[in-house]
């Protein structure tokens, strides 16, 4: 485990000294993670280009992070006062009086920049810049190990679905189905999950529909996007279903938008850009006159959080990223992110895969069909299934 973050720590270092950096002064929990094996809120880590790691937890936290974690100096403080006296203590015992300490620019609200950039925390010497960058570029091409862990997640992303579709019939809640995913999720492994998004009816024809207590109506479009957390990772899978038989207009959409995304797949190499996957999804969609009908970026890297870099160019910027460079082996992708929204309803169907020197490996397996079988045999005692009413 020491050997993998001293590896991630060297490789840091020479990015942090490319970009004229002494330290990284890190709070968001996915980097703080990648880079010393424990990532928690109200913690900190401070990494040198010595490959220096010094942590600050909460006190009650110390032991657990101590047990956890890859670091050369830990401390623990009681509230935020004593947080910003424990940074100013990292800064002395490293001996950083000046020079440059990168901060998470994207992550940071400006009261938790207040508090890094206290006078109390960063001495006067020293000038702030943006490291987001450096983070994204290390965590982008993804280790063996991380690739098992995404794959883990991808397996229980397909128990979460499965449970998902299968709760689907009229009257249930788009917050019930949301619940029985999740609920799969925990039971199948998963330590926790990014937020679940469940849509229903004209609902479907927003982007990240959050789930309702609005109630399924037959002939309603359904789109479950999950995203649960296996060992630190995660991985992205959504499905569009339907509440009975599809419409014509509806099946069309659905086919359509799944040729869009295998099309896209079926591209994803090596030596790829992200602008080119996009441009294939989006370009077949407004081929077939749907160029109204398109929102936001399809595509983005998936890994400790399930939207990550490497980001498409305009979203990138957005984010606060660098527009990336064409794909590596190893970087894993969720594609089929946006979907194709024509107004009544919308229809989506998106997959983690990870890009090869030849070709794409797909990770989520779920089936992609809009009609259900279960759903067409309706049972009568809908009020049960329902909750009442």
């Known amino acids: 485990m020491t050997n993998r973050y001293e590896q991630r720590l060297r ?26 094996g424990d990532g928690r809120l109200c913690a900190y880590a401070m990494i040198t280009r010595e ?13 657990d992070v101590t047990r956890l974690a890859h670091f050369d100096r830990i401390a623990g403080f009681e509230n935020e006062v004593g947080m910003i006296h424990s940074i100013a203590h990292s800064f002395e015992h490293f001996g950083i009086r000046e020079g440059n300490v990168g901060l998470e620019y994207t992550f940071l609200t400006q009261s938790m920049m207040a508090m890094l950039t206290h006078p109390h925390a960063k001495p006067a010497g020293v000038t702030v810049k943006d490291c987001t960058h450096i983070l994204s570029e290390l965590r982008m091409v993804k280790e063996a190990e991380e690739i098992e862990r995404i794959r883990a997640a991808a397996k229980v992303a397909e128990a979460g679905m499965s449970a998902a579709v299968k709760a689907v019939r009229p009257g249930i809640t788009e917050s019930q189905v949301a619940a029985e995913a999740e609920y799969a999720m925990r039971q199948a492994g998963s330590e926790g999950f990014w937020r679940t998004y469940v849509s229903s009816g004209p609902r479907t024809n927003i982007a990240h529909g959050l789930p309702t207590t609005r109630r399924l109506q037959p002939g309603d479009l359904v789109m479950i996007d999950l995203h649960p957390v296996v060992d630190g990772y995660s991985a992205d899978m959504c499905r569009t279903v339907c509440v009975g038989k599809p419409t014509p207009e509806q099946q069309a959409a659905f086919d359509l938008y799944l040729k869009a995304q295998q099309a896209t797949i079926s591209r994803v190499k090596a030596g790829v850009g992200m602008a080119e996957l996009e441009q294939t999804l989006h370009g077949i969609l407004r081929d077939a006159g749907h160029s109204d009908h398109i929102f936001g970026p399809p595509i983005h890297g998936v890994g400790i959080e399930f939207e990550e870099a490497p980001l498409p160019a305009g979203h990138a910027f957005f984010h606060g990223e660098k527009a990336p460079p064409p794909l590596q082996a190893n970087v894993v992708l969720a594609v089929g992110n946006c979907g194709l929204y024509t107004g009544p309803w919308g229809v989506r169907v998106e997959d983690t895969v990870v890009v090869g020197s030849e070709g794409a490996k797909v990770l989520t397996d779920y089936p992609r069909r809009l009609e259900q079988h279960h759903i067409n045999q309706m049972p009568t005692n809908l009020g049960l299934i329902a909750g009442g009413g």
């Open 51 to 63: 490959v220096k790691v010094a942590l600050g937890v909460p006190e009650t936290d110390v032991a």
């Open 11 to 36: 490789r840091c270092s020479d990015l942090m000294k490319a970009a004229g950096l002494d330290a990284l002064l890190l709070t968001k929990p996915a980097n703080m993670f990648y880079l010393t």
